[in-house]
């Protein structure tokens, strides 16, 4: 028999089709199942069975009730039921709709135990859907070692009604529970463990791995710069920034480079700032500090500033680097039409801590009262709301 040279196509996921290959004179198909490596073959004389037909590659979906699963309807109608965002739970983690058991009823109880309203509990399973497939005894565990770092099941609640995936997220008990003792072990206190798990809940997620590689590494920096105490470097840098373990390791040491070679820092003075005010650009994407840097230079050298009094800036208020462009440009424009000097702003970077609206109704309450925003101080335009409303009633007064 003359050698033939079949061709087939690669169909979406190769599951449930029927692919028919015609070359000539022989008709081939074969047809993929979902499991097992089940398969036939038939070969027919082409003249026979397709004479005078022109063939063509093509394939046709076999319609299967198993491929494409219908929603648990008693699922779906016990979140309704619960006060669910079904669709905003449908987008976010569809999946769970096909599930044939689920426990939401056994979380609803669970959590109305330990405090949480019905409308909470029906915000937390809209936004991670996940939670109803968890167990009760899982939840219960890990309830118990997560009140090993809070100090009140309220708290709990208050955590997983800003970001329900933090407990959620994973059902490894045995991993929080390591990762817990292991952050203890590197001098972590109770208190700074409550503040990551209130606001990074996702370090103790992480693998215990992953941990100890960005431990490991922050320590080792640490001594590389001369200081002699990596426990007390690690606590200050987690304090400073309770992100730092879920990022990697090669961004924080790019930032780092960034940081000493873009300020001329010898290992104390960069020390001082990353355990400081400049802990949380560690978390930044390299490109943009360094873009954004950049453009700081630029529009205060347009300003006819100095190489120093720009690094006088930047180090005396290292967030300016999180403002992007046009902000940090229209906030520097805002307070210059207003007979503020480039001068005042170096003096006192956190007014762009404000708004650009918080600073123009500022301004103007000032202006009105009395106030000479050209010769005064105008540290008061970043001040809290409190502090900033005494004032001026006061400065009204005087008036």
């Given amino acids: 028999m003359q050698s033939l040279s079949l061709r087939q196509t690669s169909i979406s996921k190769g599951l449930n089709y029927l692919t028919v290959m015609a070359p000539r004179n022989l008709w081939h198909m074969r047809s993929n199942f979902l499991f ?11 003249e026979i069975i397709f004479k005078s037909v022109s063939f063509r590659l093509f394939g046709v979906k076999c319609h299967n009730a198993d491929s494409e699963p ?7 109608n016990n979140l309704l039921t619960m006060g669910v965002d079904v669709d905003m739970a449908r987008k976010r983690q569809p999946g769970v709709f096909h599930r044939m058991i689920t426990n939401e009823q056994d979380l609803k109880t669970f959590l109305l135990s330990k405090g949480a309203s019905k409308e909470v509990i029906a915000s937390i399973i809209s936004r991670y859907p996940r939670a109803i497939t968890r167990t009760p005894e899982d939840l219960s565990k890990r309830w118990d070692l997560w009140r090993n770092i809070v100090t009140s099941d309220l708290e709990i609640v208050n955590i997983l009604e800003r970001s329900p995936e933090s407990f959620f997220r994973s059902n490894n008990n045995l991993n929080l529970e390591n990762n817990i003792k292991f952050l203890y072990s590197v001098g972590l206190t109770h208190k700074c463990l409550c503040r990551l798990l209130t606001n990074a809940p996702r370090t103790f997620s992480n693998s215990l791995e992953l941990n100890k590689h960005m431990v490991d590494f922050l320590q080792a920096t640490c001594l590389s710069l001369g200081h002699n105490d990596p426990t007390d470097f690690v606590r200050k840098i987690i304090l400073k920034n309770p992100f730092i373990l879920i990022q990697s390791t090669k961004r924080v040491k790019a930032n780092i480079e960034f940081l000493q070679s873009t300020f001329n820092l010898n290992s104390e003075e960069l020390l001082v700032l990353i355990c400081g005010p400049g802990a949380e650009i560690l978390d930044l994407s390299n490109d943009y500090a360094r873009r954004s840097y950049t453009n700081i230079k630029k529009k205060l050298f347009s300003l006819e500033c100095t190489e120093e009094e720009v690094q006088k ?4 208020y290292p967030d300016v680097i999180f403002l992007a462009e046009k902000k940090f440009n229209d906030k520097i424009d805002c307070l210059l039409e ?8 170096i003096e006192n970077p956190r007014v762009l801590d404000s708004s650009i609206s918080t600073l123009k109704s500022r301004i103007r ?3 009105n009262a009395g106030y000479n925003l050209s010769t005064l101080n105008i ?6 709301k409190k502090r900033y409303e005494a004032k001026l009633k006061k400065l009204s007064r005087l008036a």
């Fill in 70 to 76: 219908s929603e648990n309807e008693d699922l779906l």
């Fill in 365 to 367: 309450e000032l202006v």
């Fill in 338 to 345: 207003e007979n503020v000097s480039i001068s005042q702003i």
């Fill in 313 to 316: 800036f930047v180090l005396s």
């Fill in 36 to 46: 097992g490596s089940r398969c036939w073959m038939t070969r027919f004389s082409a």
């Fill in 379 to 384: 540290s008061l335009l970043s001040w809290s």
